[in-house]
């Protein structure tokens, strides 16, 4: 029986168990009458029925998902003759993908022989036989949950209260999700890092000033032995943040100072939404729009005040990278602005301070740890954004300060370490993860940093 | 007569909008449902005439001449005449939503940052048009200070905030002269005693009552002719309120003050003359006196002995 089939069987008992359990706590009180005899509505009981009824059976339904194919293998190993089973690891994970590719109709690497046909043969029993038995023993757990919640209700059963702890455990069920990822994301991260510490010394990734990631493959081939100093890629995240930031910061600003404090408000209905158009924009669309507008517009404007500038430059990527930023500047900024109560406006007003006064003095001193924050979570997005800088600022990892110049950064780095068909055996793939490792870092420090300044803000008017 | 709306709104200060009825763009059929006994007192103050009492007072300094104020169509404040001179203290009072804190708010053109806002009628300082053309808005809330129902000192230190206005009018001309001036004010709001020795401490750490104290230090450290106090005590403890009120009474010997409260205990101790304003009608201007023992008006009386309000 097919999974899909088994779920839509379940669905319909727990359908039916809802109203069986519904029309028994009815019963159980004598009509429909007495209902406000029973502690809960009675279609909290048929809740607690279908709940019974179907979560025992979804649990070993997904229980089961997890082992099958690792107790199938296992059968199917202690199968196999003595000889195969004291192949190598790697011999008999092959043998393993031949059977079951057999067994699957695909196509299968090597000659066919009895064996290996007679072991898909068993395989395809196992696979038939595991599915009949996990249908088996669903529907029994189904029925089971399902009469045993139907024996529970009685009159002063607290129906309405148990749903609701169950609802609970699928709350923090739902919300452990994401941080469960986050843990497994980075530790993934931080072993694959270690990895590749292993091989390349802590120090001359953090402080070697040479990035060339190109390792030999094999002993005779021609290439690099790598040289992985990943300070030019920081000096150019940094660049080009910096370049972005002195893009978006001011722009930002002043657009957050106007839309809060001057503008009408019909300005400012068209104005706010215009600006969150913007933050809406891909950012490979950005990407290209640096690339193939500004680029070339920043090398001619360069090219005529007399600089030399490379077709890819940190000033066409970092200018891109602040425009794409002014929307998330302007508009935290424009709540902290907005946090700040009207009545620091009047207050000052009412001394005689013209608007700019009240906005320079009063306002922005107040608003000020929100900015600082807003700008600090923006620092974080410039530093982690990849595609415009992939596009724009070019690949070649200089160390330099001219902002006319290619440099690389962290994410664009990699980008390219990662793309294609890679060995994860060699420290030119495994340097994607320690780079990844430090952004995670920086950014996580900036992130916990600018909250902070956030929160605290927030709290002082409350 | 056809008065569209009298329920006054006041848009710019959240203890008025105390009922639904208050909402400025709400729907017609509710307002209109709730303007009928409106219009029927509205029809009862007008049988009787112009506003009772007395509104002319001897050498006035604030001139307020058929004042009109309109929220977008709703009319606030309608057809308000009073005079109030240099040496007195002036109350005004009246149920929520009926307009004191709107006229106190025309008396310095705190109005003006209400987009829908709109004055009409002739107010004069000191025999100057305050909406005048040729006068600055700016330099006139220098001349008439305001004190806030909120305490809002500025998140800044205690010296700060008193220095704040000297500053931006460039009142001192050098470090020491600031001192004086901040101390004098300090002291003049009785503050100085408690926190000569944390001036540089922010101002948001004092108490209620200190940081109301603050605010009309920062007031009077501008060197004003006139003090607005919209609700001054509302936000405070008894104890924090009885020195506000010593405070307004030394302060009356310098300068004009116009106070607005809910408290009519307030009004009768710290005002000479009290002007009672009803759904944006200024019903009944008199001495403090009078008003609390022998009001002329019915809506006045009803007031003071608590059946409206």
């Not at chain 1, 998902?65 to 059968?75: D, G, H, M, N, S």
């Not at chain 1, 696979?127 to 669903?138: E, K, P, T």
């Not at chain 1, 100093?229 to 002043?254: E, K």
């Not at chain 1, 100072?257 to 913007?278: C, D, F, M, T, V």
Request: net charge negative.
């Amino acid at each position: 029986m097919q999974n899909t089939t088994l779920i839509l069987i379940l669905g319909a008992m727990a359908v039916a168990a809802f109203f069986i359990g519904r029309g028994r706590a009815v019963a159980v009180v004598g009509g429909p009458q007495h209902g406000t005899d029973l502690h809960s509505l009675p279609g909290y009981y048929g809740y607690f029925t279908a709940i019974w009824c179907l979560l025992p059976a979804l649990a070993v339904m997904a229980i089961w998902a997890v082992l099958e194919p690792r107790v199938i293998v296992a059968l199917i190993i202690s199968g196999l003759s003595e000889a195969q089973r004291s192949l190598s690891p790697g011999e008999l994970n092959l043998l393993v993908n031949n059977i079951q590719n057999l067994a699957a109709g695909d196509v299968v690497s090597g000659d066919l022989d009895v064996a290996l046909s007679e072991a898909s043969s068993r395989l395809s029993g196992y696979v038939v036989m595991s599915s009949r038995l996990l249908a088996v023993v669903s529907l029994v757990l189904a029925g089971l949950g399902g009469t045993i919640a139907l024996r529970r209700i009685q009159p002063d059963f607290r129906a309405r209260n148990r749903v609701e702890k169950i609802i609970l455990v699928v709350l923090i069920a739902a919300s452990s999700i994401a941080v469960f990822t986050t843990v497994g994301i980075v530790l993934s991260v931080l072993f694959e890092a270690i990895r590749f510490f292993q091989e390349v010394s802590l120090t001359e990734f953090l402080f070697g000033l040479n990035w060339s990631p190109q390792t030999a493959i094999r002993a005779d081939q021609v290439g690099s032995s790598g040289s992985f100093g990943a300070v030019p890629l920081f000096t150019g995240t940094l660049l080009i943040t910096g370049i972005a930031m002195l893009v978006a910061v001011p722009v930002g600003l002043m657009t957050a100072i106007y839309l809060a404090e001057y503008s009408s408000n019909r300005i400012r209905g068209i104005a706010k939404p215009l600006l969150e158009i913007l933050a809406g924009i891909p950012t490979v669309v950005y990407g290209f729009f640096a690339a193939l507008t500004v680029a070339p517009w920043v090398r001619r404007m360069g090219e005529s005040f007399g600089f030399e500038v490379a077709s890819e430059s940190a000033l066409a990527a970092g200018l891109v990278m602040g425009i794409m930023i002014i929307p998330l500047v302007s508009s935290l900024a424009d709540d902290a602005i907005n946090a700040v109560p009207s009545a620091m406006r009047d207050g000052a007003l009412g001394l005689g301070s013209t608007r700019s006064e009240t906005m320079t003095k009063v306002i922005l001193p107040a608003a000020l740890p929100g900015i600082v924050g807003g700008i600090l979570l923006a620092v974080s997005r410039a530093i982690g954004e990849t595609m415009i800088v992939v596009m724009a600022a070019g690949l070649a990892a200089n160390l330099t300060a001219n902002p006319f110049a290619a440099v690389t950064t962290v994410t664009v780095q990699i980008v390219t370490l990662l793309v294609g068909d890679q060995e994860f055996d060699s420290a030119k793939t495994l340097a994607a993860f320690a780079l990844g490792l430090m952004l995670f870092v920086v950014t996580l420090i900036l992130n916990v940093i600018g909250l902070n300044v956030v929160r605290k803000y927030r709290e002082q008017y409350d | 007569m056809t008065m569209a709306r009298m329920t006054d709104v006041n848009v710019t200060d959240d203890q008025d909008l105390s009922g639904d009825e208050n909402k400025v763009a709400g729907s017609e059929v509710p307002r209109a449902a709730i303007d009928l006994p409106s219009l029927a007192i509205t029809e009862q103050i007008t049988e009787l005439g112009k506003t009772v009492g007395e509104v002319r007072c001897e050498d006035p300094y604030i001139v307020a001449e058929n004042v009109d104020v309109y929220y977008g169509d709703n009319h606030a404040i309608q057809d308000v005449t009073l005079e109030i001179s240099k040496q007195e203290v002036i109350a005004l009072i009246g149920p929520s939503g009926c307009g004191k804190s709107t006229f106190l708010r025309c008396l310095n053109r705190m109005n003006d940052s209400i987009e829908s806002a709109r004055v009409t009628g002739n107010i004069t300082l000191g025999g100057q048009d305050i909406y005048g053309k040729d006068l600055d808005p700016v330099a006139l809330r220098a001349r008439v200070g305001m004190v806030f129902q909120k305490p809002n000192p500025f998140p800044k230190s205690i010296y700060d905030n008193v220095a704040y206005g000297p500053r931006i009018h460039g009142l001192a001309n050098d470090r020491a002269e600031l001192d004086d001036i901040v101390h004098s004010s300090l002291e003049r709001a009785g503050l100085l005693k408690e926190v000569k020795d944390r001036l540089e401490e922010p101002g948001t750490g004092l108490s209620g009552g200190q940081q109301q104290r603050l605010c009309i230090a920062r007031t009077i450290a501008v060197n004003p002719e006139v003090i607005l106090m919209d609700e001054p005590c509302s936000a405070l403890d008894p104890i924090a309120t009885a020195r506000i009120e010593d405070l307004m009474d030394e302060l009356s010997e310098d300068y004009a003050i116009v106070i607005v409260t809910h408290s009519m205990q307030q009004a009768a101790r710290v005002s000479k003359r009290v002007a009672y304003f009803h759904l944006g009608l200024l019903v009944e201007v008199d001495e403090t006196d009078k008003i609390f023992t022998n009001p002329q008006h019915k809506l006045t009386e009803d007031y003071i002995t608590g059946r409206i309000g």
